[in-house]
């Protein structure tokens, strides 16, 4: 029911809606939620618990709508991968709360940077106060 709702509330405006940034207060709300419980759920400190990792069909349904568009439709892609995807779009659904409710100056993503981890390196030198965004979550520092 709450994904045929975001289906037509969100993901059939396209790409751009899925970007935290254009989510609607309540639908940014509701997936800050999902993103905390995944985030929850796979790391526990410096740990990252990725193994037979599970996601809310609306988070992965957001990472699958941007690569398909980064890809041209196609979403090929390796279990590590979606698991690496899906800890970035849920980094930049906090970030966006963040940013929305501290009225913070941070960047936002765009559907071409939103999964390039230079990005989340480049929030932790300009705001230190976040923390190591990247060692929490366990993805390397690499592109």
Known sequence: MLLSKFG????SKGPESVLPQNLTPAWLERIQKMADSFLDTHFDGEK?????????????????????????????????????????????????TVRKEATASLPVPTLDDIFDKRR?????NSLPQFGSILKFVCLNTGT
């Open 120 to 124: 989340y390196l480049e929030i932790e």
């Open 8 to 11: 037509n509330e969100v993901l």
């Open 48 to 96: 990252c618990l990725w193994d037979g990792f599970a996601a809310d069909p609306i988070l992965t349904a957001c990472v699958s709508e941007i690569l398909r568009y980064q890809n041209r439709d196609s979403v090929e892609i390796q279990e590590r991968e979606m698991f690496d995807k899906l800890t970035m779009y849920a980094l930049a659904v906090t970030i966006e």
